[in-house]
């Protein structure tokens, strides 16, 4: 019989999480194997198509399967073998693992060491229609149209206003379909405002205290009825609304994917903040069973840019482990990862992810402990994230350090800048050649104007993954003022031609004039709009209707 | 429904080779590497399978191979999931009715 092969390290699962442990643990030295199920590398990366949040490290403001084919490359320099296809069925005894490739041939392998990066799976959500064709996730309906380029329909709803909801709502306008609203049961939307922002511009509503009552039709989805709710989250008799709509996304969030995990034996505990049963880990990614490492989604739902990072720390203690790197160095590297992830996790969204972080920590009873139990009685004591049901009034947006001052606005073009949430995203910051915006001492505070440096230029404008950067020219004419914002839809407006302006709830407002469509390749694809309208619209007008016709 | 011929982001459909596949009797073209799910819900298709007991339709669901709502009868092999299935040249695909295969014929009931 064939001698079973013997690898170092096996890692299963090739998104951010796995890419990142086999190029760290092969940049040192280990000889590793990455197998992905599907037939391609990425994970959720290659359906992403939109400009990531994060830092420099994190080539943010980069689109999500940029980043992508940079790890691939990254992966391809440092030498990891990677097999695709390759489902792993199980662990058989402590350390033969059973693979499935093709969905036939059956292999066995063994590996000191194994990292589990299996990423997360879409929750489902039970409501009479459910189960009826076009009711589908949301995460399906994203590799339709961004990886098949084939719509799932033509009228969409979404149930769920998390990040991953508004995103792909995004995304489906973007592909050329109408989303005729997004339904939350809670009582704010729970993405990004920034998020929000950009669909609800496009005249998306977002239906707070709401949920989907029925999905109705013959052969598949014909129409949907929603329900507000109340503060219990049982409906409220009477108020119903019923919409044609052909199809149904489902986007109520992620559990980490953890059936692999269980198989191997690690230890498991219910977070809820990191999207409920996980394996434990400690401060090296290691879970309790030794050798098994795990990282990104499955030791928590959180985002693509702490999965790399995890990945890179699990990926770093498999090679010290191993006696690739010695104790000193890996000490100071370690440290510079868990740096890295503390502050993703800063601002009030992070933080209560934050916080289960470091009970997981607490709980796999390490003797060296990063977290003392104290520490995490007083974050918690800290939380406070500011909830909006909707688009807040022009009034608060005034109080924040991104918009400038009237008397600046009357000066001349002029930066606005409608970030007013505390997310881990900077890039603003290096793309303004005059050094006018600031984000400090930490990536998760709010980007601060300096109106005075600021000359109005607009390049920060596509630099920013929440389209929440517009310039405002006050003295663009002796009667008209000139607004410029980001614009990803097709077709583009015709110079010189009229559009209707909206505001921030995507409400027409005025007709306008297109004075410059902005498409230069370090835009990355993001146009830039100027339009001209009366002087008084200058603190509402933010976008305009999208044009639907190719005529 | 529709393909996505031009994208803001995505920029021109790539040109991909055109097959024929064969779905319940009819030829329609699909992409060289496109799913048969995709192919078909370009082609306007939804209702994939009808469940065994109820005769209710089922269609793409998960997109990830996990839920099995896609399954069809692909070249006479029943229970094929068509989200992780990619299409080839002359692919027979039925509707599959119940469990697709009593006596070996697809049952409708
Ligand atoms: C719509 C959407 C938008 C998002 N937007 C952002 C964003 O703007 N910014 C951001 O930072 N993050 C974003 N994220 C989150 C980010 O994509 C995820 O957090 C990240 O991909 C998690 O990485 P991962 O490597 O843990 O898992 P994944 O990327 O899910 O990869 C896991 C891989 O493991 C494979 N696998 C699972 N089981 C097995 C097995 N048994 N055998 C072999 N292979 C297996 C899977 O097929 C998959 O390829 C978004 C996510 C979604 C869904
Ligand atoms: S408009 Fe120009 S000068 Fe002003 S903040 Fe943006 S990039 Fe800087
Ligand atoms: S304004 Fe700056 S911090 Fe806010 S989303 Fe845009 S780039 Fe990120
Ligand atoms: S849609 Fe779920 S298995 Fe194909």
């Known amino acids: ?142 590799t339709l149209i961004n990886i098949e380029r084939v719509l799932p329909g033509e009228r969409i709803l979404m149930v769920g206003s998390g990040n991953v909801g508004l995103i792909i709502s995004y995304q489906l306008l973007q592909a050329g379909a109408d989303v005729v609203g997004i339904v939350e049961a809670g009582s704010s939307i729970t993405g990004y405002l920034v998020h929000a922002g950009k669909v609800m511009r496009a005249g998306v509503p977002i239906y707070t205290s709401h949920t989907i009552k029925e999905a109705r039709g013959g052969k ?36 980490p994917n953890g059936q692999l995990a269980s198989l191997a034996g690690c230890e498991f505990k219910f977070f809820p903040e990191l999207g409920g049963f996980l394996p434990l880990h400690d401060d090296n990614m290691e879970s309790t069973k030794k050798g098994i490492y795990i990282a990104g989604d499955l030791s928590g739902i959180e985002e693509a840019n702490s999965a790399l990072d995890e990945g890179r720390l699990a990926g770093i203690s498999v090679a010290a482990s191993l006696g690739y790197i010695d104790s000193n160095r890996f000490a100071k590297l370690k440290e510079d990862y868990w740096d890295r992830l503390n502050k993703l996790r800063g601002g009030p969204f992070g933080h209560k992810r934050s916080i289960a972080k470091k009970k997981i920590l607490l709980s796999s009873q390490q003797k060296e402990m990063r977290y003392q139990e104290i520490d995490c009685i007083e974050l918690e004591e800290n939380t406070k994230l500011k909830n909006y049901k909707s688009i807040p009034s022009l009034k608060e947006f005034q109080e924040f350090p991104g918009y400038p001052s009237l008397s600046r606005i009357k000066k001349g073009a002029v930066a606005c800048i409608e970030c007013i949430q505390e997310i881990p995203c900077d890039p603003c910051v290096a793309a303004c050649p005059f050094k006018a915006i600031n984000i400090n001492p930490y990536i998760t505070d709010l980007p601060y104007l300096d109106e005075n440096k600021c000359k109005g230029c607009g390049v920060c404008i596509a630099s920013c993954p929440g389209q929440a950067i517009f310039v405002l020219n006050y003295n663009y004419s002796s009667e008209k003022a000139a607004i410029s914002f980001p614009y990803e839809y097709l077709p583009y407006p015709k110079i ?56 | 429904m529709k393909r996505i011929k031009e994208h803001p982001i995505l920029g021109k459909e790539e040109k991909r080779k055109k097959i024929k596949i064969v779905v319940n009797g009819k030829n329609i073209y699909a992409y060289k590497g496109e799913t048969i799910a995709a192919a078909l819900i370009a082609n306007g298709y939804r209702d994939f399978r009808y469940t065994h007991r109820f005769n209710l339709p089922r269609g793409f669901f998960c997109g990830i191979g996990q839920c099995t709502d896609c399954s069809m009868i692909v070249n006479g092999v029943p229970n094929i999931r068509t989200c992780v299935t990619r299409v080839e040249e002359g692919m027979i695909i039925e509707t599959q009715y119940g469990y697709g295969d009593k006596d070996g014929k697809n049952e409708r009931s």
């Open chain 1, 1 to 142: 019989m064939e001698r079973m092969r013997e690898v170092e390290l096996l890692v299963i699962g090739a998104g951010p999480a796995g890419l990142g442990a086999a190029i760290e643990a092969s940049r040192y030295g280990v000889k590793v194997l990455l197998v992905d199920d599907k037939d391609k590398p990425g994970g959720q990366l290659f359906k992403q198509i939109h400009k990531f949040f994060g830092s420099k490290e994190h080539l943010a403001g980069t689109r999500g399967f940029d980043i992508g084919l940079h790890l691939l490359k990254e992966a391809d320099s440092q030498g990891v073998e990677i097999s695709l296809q390759t489902k792993v069925l199980g662990t058989m005894d402590k350390d033969v693992i059973s693979l499935l490739v093709k969905e036939r041939e059956m292999k066995l392998l063994k590996a000191k060491r194994i990292v589990l990066a299996t990423g997360g799976i879409e929750k489902a959500l039970s409501f009479p229609g459910w189960n009826l064709p076009g009711v589908m996730s949301a995460g399906a309906a994203q």
């Open chain 1, 220 to 255: 598949s989805v014909e129409e949907v009825v929603i329900t507000a709710l109340d503060r219990r989250w049982n409906p409220i008799k009477g108020i119903e609304k019923t919409f044609s709509a052909d199809t149904v996304c489902i986007s109520v969030g992620l559990n």
């Open chain 1, 496 to 551: 010189g031609g009229k559009a209707v302006g909206v505001n921030r709830k995507g409400e027409p407002v005025a007709e306008v004039k297109i004075v410059k469509v902005d498409k230069r390749a370090n835009f990355d694809k993001t146009a830039v709009i100027t339009i001209a309208c009366d002087k008084k619209y200058i603190n509402q007008i933010r976008s305009i209707e999208r044009i639907k016709d190719d005529a």
